[in-house]
């Protein structure tokens, strides 16, 4: 099993910039693919961002178009850690943001992901 933690949400204004972190423990393959999404109410869970292993040494992402430009992610091997960095953030962007991981080589993550975190909510104010 993985045991996956965020943390860094919280509530900031139109236009300003939040980080997103990921931990992630337990059994973790050192080629899990790591991913971020999010949902709010009424809505079905949102991929945003995700990054899989592309060879032995390579790794390449891939971004939803709607944060494409603005949501950035990244990883620290050694901590067995990734992060989303969100800029201009806008109040659409409101929702609780789960980090995620697969052992599905694919960095366009799909509900068929195995591993989720426990949320943290992300509100943006107008």
């Known amino acids: 099993q993985v045991q996956l933690v965020e943390s860094g949400g919280g509530l900031v204004q139109t236009g300003d910039s939040l980080r997103l972190a990921c931990a992630a423990s337990?059994?973790?393959?050192?080629?899990?693919?790591m991913g971020w999404f999010r949902r709010t109410p009424g809505k079905e869970r949102e991929f945003l961002a995700g990054?899989?292993?592309?060879?032995?040494?390579?790794?390449?992402?891939e971004y939803a178009d709607s944060v494409k430009g603005r949501f950035s992610i990244s990883r620290d091997s050694g901590k067995n850690a990734w992060y989303l960095q969100m800029n201009n953030l806008k109040p659409d962007d409101t929702a609780v943001y789960y980090c995620?991981?697969?052992?599905?080589?694919?960095?366009?993550?799909?509900?068929?992901?195995?591993?989720w975190g426990q949320g943290t909510q992300v509100t943006v104010s107008s």
């Open positions: 990054m899989a292993w592309l060879g032995s040494d390579v790794v390449y992402a």
């Open positions: 995620a991981a697969s052992t599905i080589p694919r960095a366009r993550m799909t509900s068929e992901t195995e591993y």
């Open positions: 337990g059994r973790t393959s050192s080629r899990l693919t």
